[in-house]
């Protein structure tokens, strides 16, 4: 993960999720078939590290995880600013809600 995160984002440290998207945007998303939006890759070891720190089950983090890097997939992120971090956040918690139900 430490290489991955290295390779593509010149980041030199280990990371629990990275996303690789295949679009830069949702916008550009075929609208006439089915489609792959990108790979979404967890950190299995980080991910039972930040359940356990959480208080809650790996499955949870799993959720969680997967849910982000999904968002990323949709082309937000955080680190373009708070506005993007927060609807980032809302458009997590819409998700992971209805992942409850």
Do not use: C, W
Not at 4 to 12: H, M, P, Q
Not at 66 to 87: F, N, P, S, T
């Amino acid at each position: 993960m430490r290489e991955l995160n290295k390779t593509y984002r010149s980041v030199d440290n280990t990371t629990d999720v990275l996303s690789f998207p295949q679009y830069e945007s949702y916008r550009e998303f075929p609208t006439d078939r089915e489609f792959p939006i990108g790979d979404i890759v967890i950190n299995p070891h980080r991910a039972q590290e930040q359940a356990e720190d959480a208080g809650h089950s790996l499955k949870k983090e799993l959720r969680v995880l997967l849910v982000h890097g999904l968002v990323h997939l949709l082309g937000l992120d955080h680190e373009r600013g708070a506005y993007q971090a927060k609807k980032m956040r809302l458009m997590e918690k819409r998700l992971l809600k209805g992942l409850e139900k």
